[in-house]
């Protein structure tokens, strides 16, 4: 019989079937919590599992935290080591999601931030490829990016997903694989769950900090392998939505995304309609890196299980 998984909830490690909440949850009724999404990639040479990022997650995470005046009993260091036990009694042997939670825990009703328990959880689950990597058909959107000054856009919170996925469902609803949502003012913002890249003149083109995206982990990763691998400049500046149409080649990234190539968008081919050449170095850099088959980039990499001695 295959092995229940564990979670980590109310600050002990159990079996996932007894990580419940009720329906009663604060955070259930009102959104009121934040998150991160985590990557673990699985490097089958070296059999080992590397987590992306661990510790800039949970820096963001704790920043999420702060303005929704959520308070954890764990600092960065705590929280990664807690991460990665948690992995390891898990298990896994392939590619992965890791899931951590804060939310307001409180039984009790009205929307509110104060006067209420605060709570944390992780869990995992197996995740392969989340969009493919031959290219997806994208939709623009009818549905803006929430403006920063209705909930705060740098903060992962669970309430404002409602806002990705009323924008997904609407793109897959068209036949399309992913949206692009616009921010109010009509630039170009991000995707339901990725930040994304024009290639332009040979440089890459991505919306600003200003315009009201997640400001993604991965999104600095690429910005520093285009720069420091491919020697290739990034202009972070408003996008315009006709520039999507002409640009030479579109790509998403994200946790789950990782680096996803966008080959049509609005029914209009990007390109020649497929896989680009610098969007394929990025994907091939990047993945090199998750992988930890790039010494340069191995501090970025949080190995899970006690290193393979080679045999005698």
């Not at 991000?190 to 982990?217: D, Y």
Request: aromatic content about 10%; charged content about 25%.
């Amino acid at each position: 019989m295959e092995r229940e998984p564990f979670a980590f909830f109310q600050n002990k490690f159990v079996p996932i079937s007894q990580a419940k909440v009720s329906i009663m949850t604060h955070a259930f009724n009102y959104g009121t919590g934040c998150f991160e999404g985590i990557r673990g990639n699985w490097n089958p040479e070296a059999e080992q599992l590397y987590v992306f990022r661990l510790r800039e997650h949970y820096e963001r995470l704790l920043r999420s935290c702060r303005m929704l005046r959520i308070s954890l009993p764990y600092n960065v260091q705590q929280l990664c080591e807690i991460t990665r036990e948690l992995i390891e009694r898990n298990g896994y042997r392939e590619d992965m999601y890791i899931r951590p939670i804060a939310y307001k825990g409180s039984l009790d009703l009205g929307p509110r931030l104060h006067d209420l328990e605060d709570h944390f959880a992780i869990f995992t689950v197996p995740l392969g490829l989340y969009l493919g990597d031959q290219g997806v058909r994208v939709g623009v959107s009818s549905w803006r990016r929430v403006d920063e000054n209705a909930i705060p856009a740098r903060g992962k919170v669970t309430g404002i997903y409602i806002n990705n996925a009323l924008a997904r469902t609407e793109a897959n609803d068209a036949g399309f694989d992913e949206a692009i949502m616009l921010t109010t003012q009509g630039t170009v913002c991000e995707g339901s769950g990725e930040n994304l890249f024009l290639v332009q003149g040979g440089r890459l083109v991505t919306p600003a900090e200003s315009e009201t995206i997640l400001v993604g982990i991965t999104r600095n990763t690429i910005i520093q392998l285009a720069r420091d691998e491919l020697g290739i400049e990034t202009v972070e500046r408003q996008v315009a939505r006709n520039e999507l149409y002409t640009a030479d080649e579109l790509f998403m990234v994200g946790t789950a995304a990782h680096v996803t190539p966008i080959i049509e968008v609005d029914h209009r081919a990007i390109g020649d309609g497929t896989v680009g050449p610098v969007t394929r170095q990025m994907m091939a850099s990047y993945f090199d890196v998750i992988r930890g088959r790039n010494p340069k980039y191995m501090d970025w990499l949080t190995p899970v299980y006690p290193a393979r001695v080679p045999a005698r």
